[in-house]
């Protein structure tokens, strides 16, 4: 039995804290005197209020959420802070139409960064500081900021935690969720601050400085201007962004364990390894791809930082651009497509299938042979030196079973609308792993302005579904979901 008034009073604090969140926007528009602070002000009011009443609605703080009411929630939720992230762009008018409007709503909260926003620089600045929040607010899960409130309602919101990380193999700093929630939270802070700080040394004016780290950190690509990060060609800001990206798609336990002095640990685990050695691997093969393609008189250092940003920014997902990586040539271009499908770190910022289930599945292909060869033998699989259990690897292998069937589906479903097969190969991939910039007419240098309705709509729900990595809101469509016990 689903009890509703759990999860109307969770997602009323959320949308509370939502609110408040979003009237730290109004400080930033009177100060460059954008003419955005009443929108803002409306909006943060409504969404505030109507938080207050989901919250009050039947309150009840007696016992703990189970399963379904978890999962529900977290679905609920990301689709409730969705629409009323919306309310500024509706209210100011400066985005008219409500599927654009939802699109770039669902594309912040979900740090993905796909824009419909062909000028992005006439936008007011107030509401260009949100339209970075949402994605810094999505980059940590609107959900664990909850989890740190949740539990003075009290209410249990482990159930929670299991949800918005459902297949997702994340190492526990605490035992207790409160204690994640406030550890994750200072590091996360911790490093925007400090990124702050570098863009600003480094000629960022103040406002950009902050909209840039807020991305950065979430991993989500939103930029100021239309250029992105190219419209800086400055070797100290492009550097620092890409240490953070880097950094964004680390495993937050591990970051924890590094940051207090647990080197060694760091060094032994074997994502981090791999991650590492993915990124400096891709990199030299795109420098060596890339490098006819600039003229003679170009500096080194120069083609090194383009090709270097750009795999950061796709491998962890974040979507930014120095310089169009399909200009380059087709193989550059087939390099960074198939880098849409690999992720950063689990536990960390980053969207995609994560490097974690490509080095399980990997093991436990080749691990296969040794079987056949030896059928009555038991060779586990093992990570970081630890037996990885026969239900993690069926959850692994249908999680990219999924993922390639939604794949297809989704390219089957677009091909409808007459997208050329490049764009729809590049808008699909990108939408389910949250990516931001495709291929084609969706490019770095582009935007998803131009396509139909329809599809901006099944895109967006696919950045929720890649966001909340996949079985958390597949799992509210099973018949077995709904099914009393």
């Known amino acids: 039995m689903i009890n509703f008034e759990h999860i109307s009073n969770f997602i009323g604090v959320t949308l509370i804290i939502l609110g408040m969140l979003m009237a730290t926007s109004i400080p930033v528009a009177l100060m460059l005197e954008s003419g955005d602070h009443w929108p803002l002000s409306i909006s943060s009011l409504i969404t505030v209020a109507f938080g207050a009443l989901l919250w009050y609605y039947k309150f009840n703080t007696q016992g703990s959420l189970n399963r379904r009411e978890a999962y529900l929630s977290v679905f609920l939720t990301w689709f409730a802070v969705s629409l009323f992230s919306m309310l500024p762009f509706l209210i100011s008018g400066s985005i008219p139409s409500v599927v ?167 060094y032994k685990n074997e994502e981090v390894r791999w991650y590492v050695a993915l990124l400096l691997g891709i990199t030299a093969i795109v420098l060596l791809v890339i490098y006819p393609e600039y003229e003679s008189n170009e500096s080194l250092e120069k083609i090194f930082r383009d090709g270097l940003f750009q795999v950061v920014s796709i491998l962890t997902t974040t979507g930014y651009a120095s310089a169009d990586y399909t200009a380059w040539n087709p193989t550059a271009t087939m390099i960074f497509f198939i880098l849409f499908f690999t992720g950063a770190c689990a536990g960390s910022t980053s969207g995609g299938i994560k490097i974690t289930r490509h080095i399980l599945f990997l093991k436990n292909t080749l691990l296969e042979f040794k079987r056949i060869l030896h059928p009555r033998a038991i060779i586990p699989v093992k990570l970081n030196g630890n037996v990885v259990k026969g239900k993690t690897m069926t959850n692994i292998i249908i999680f990219l079973l999924l993922h390639i069937f939604l794949f297809v589906t989704g390219i089957f479903f677009v091909s409808l609308f007459g997208i050329e097969f490049e764009t729809n190969l590049g808008i699909v991939a990108s939408a389910l792993n949250n990516i931001g910039p495709a291929l084609g007419e969706a490019g770095p240098t582009e935007t998803y302005a131009n396509l139909p309705g329809a599809v901006k709509i099944f895109l967006a729900f696919y950045m929720i579904l890649g966001r909340l990595e996949l079985f958390t809101v597949l799992v509210i469509f099973s018949p077995y979901f709904w099914k009393r016990n």
């Open 100 to 266: 654009d409007v939802f699109f770039e709503s669902v594309s912040g909260i979900t740090t993905t960064g796909a824009t419909i926003l062909d000028d992005i620089e006439i936008i007011p600045e107030g509401l260009l500081y949100w339209r970075s929040m949402t994605q810094w607010i999505g980059g940590m899960g609107i959900i664990l900021l909850g989890l740190a409130i949740f539990p003075l309602l009290g209410m249990g919101g482990a159930e929670l935690f299991v949800a918005e990380n459902s297949g997702n193999l994340v190492d526990r700093i605490h035992p207790r969720v409160k204690e994640i929630a406030k550890w994750i939270w200072i590091i996360y802070l911790g490093m925007t601050l400090v990124l702050i700080g570098l863009l600003c040394i480094g000629g960022m004016n103040w406002f950009d400085s902050i909209n840039h780290a807020y991305t950065t950190m979430a991993t989500g690509g939103f930029s100021t201007k239309n250029a992105s990060v190219g419209h800086w060609d400055v070797p100290f800001i492009q550097y620092s962004i890409i240490l953070f990206m880097f950094l964004s798609g680390v495993n937050y336990s591990i970051l924890y364990l590094g940051f207090v002095g647990n080197l060694k640990a760091v």
